[in-house]
């Protein structure tokens, strides 16, 4: 089986216990449309140590957070990967802001879809796809209408674990249906017999020793093109290139 790997590029700034969610976080979020990010002196430095891997890595897709185009030096970063023909760039919404969490709202999801679309896919240019991650893993079936009016083709913000299923309203195959409905391809994250496997899970104990393990063995082939056929998802983030002092790498099959 073929595996599909990307990238999120949160910075330490969005972290639900910090901004995004209704009740977690420490700053306020009344609205999605954020101004003036700068980018974290962890998170550059955690993207000059992906660079370096990226730059001898295999396909990778960057999930990228509009905003973080406000800041200059983490573009400068960004315009280094996307000179790189692995790497294609697509959408982690505008600020971060945890969707599912707050009540419903088209209107506002459509406007911050649209807008994160229009920002990224121009910078982005040719290694733009239109492919979403919802932040947090915040999705919920009112969010498939909207994406795929906006034209997004594939969704991958499912965590199909019984951990998460709280944050689904309690059912994520009502989201999968949803997208199916909507026609947009759902990619959920890779999970094992004990729970997640992707994101902070891959750091996480217990879930890091069954996680590493099942990364390896299914990372042996690798595609750009999750729209088609059978693919599984794996995804880290830009952040986890800071840990081992810089020498972290996702946990790929040994020909990788
Ligand atoms: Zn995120």
């Known amino acids: 089986m073929t595996s599909w790997l990307s990238v999120d590029t949160d910075d330490v700034i969005h972290l639900p216990s910090k901004r995004g969610h209704p009740h977690r976080s420490s700053v306020p979020m009344p609205e999605w449309r954020t101004e003036g990010y700068q980018a974290s002196s962890r998170l550059l430095s955690a993207t000059d140590h992906f660079i370096q891997w990226a730059s001898r890595g295999p396909e990778t897709t960057i999930f990228l957070i509009a905003e973080q185009l406000d800041c200059p030096e983490f573009t400068k970063r960004l315009d280094t990967l996307l000179s790189m023909p692995n790497i294609l760039i697509a959408c982690h919404g505008w600020g971060h802001r945890c969707w ?29 796809r239109p492919w979403f991650r919802a932040p947090g893993g915040y999705i919920s079936t009112w969010m498939a209408g909207p994406l795929a009016a906006a ?56 879930f890091s020793i069954p996680a590493r393990k099942a990364w390896k063995r299914n990372s042996v082939s690798v595609t750009n093109n999750p729209e088609i056929g059978e693919t599984i998802t794996l995804y880290w983030h830009l952040l986890d290139h800071e840990r081992k002092s810089g020498r972290w790498k996702p946990p790929l099959a040994k020909s990788m």
């Not at 599912?100 to 733009?128: C, K, N, Q």
């Open 100 to 128: 599912s969490a707050w009540p419903e709202d088209i209107v506002g999801f459509t406007e911050m879809l649209t807008a994160a679309r229009d920002r990224i896919s121009a910078y982005a240019g040719d290694s733009w």
């Open 151 to 206: 034209g997004f083709r594939l969704d991958s913000s499912v965590n199909p674990s019984r951990w998460v299923n709280r944050k689904m309203g309690g059912n994520w195959s009502k989201v999968q249906q949803s997208m199916e409905q909507c026609g947009v391809i759902e990619r959920p994250w890779l999970t094992t017999s004990i729970g997640p496997a992707c994101g902070p899970a891959l750091s996480l104990f217990p």
